[in-house]
């Protein structure tokens, strides 16, 4: 039943957890500094829960490091 409420919250609240999940995933992966894969990670928590500020930034975050990195500007 799409209407009923229960299930509309259950399936926020799975969402809202897959998003945290890949917002790790992409922590660890920055941690290793595989800067694309923690940006792919961030992307996809973002596409669960548009509302994850977070992932947003780290995106933009990843995106200059990998651009810093292939400029040869430093580790991370």
Avoid: F, W
């Avoid at 917002?23 to 829960?49: C, F, H, P, V, W």
């Amino acid at each position: 039943d799409p209407n009923n409420a229960e299930y509309k919250l259950h399936y926020a609240r799975a969402l809202q957890n897959a998003s945290i999940m890949y917002l790790k995933r992409g922590d660890e992966l920055a941690k290793q500094g595989d800067y694309a894969s923690a940006y792919n990670a961030y992307r996809q928590a973002l596409g669960l829960d548009p509302g994850n500020e977070m992932a947003g930034q780290k995106m933009r975050a990843m995106l200059e490091l990998q651009k810093d990195q292939a400029q040869g500007l430093g580790q991370y």
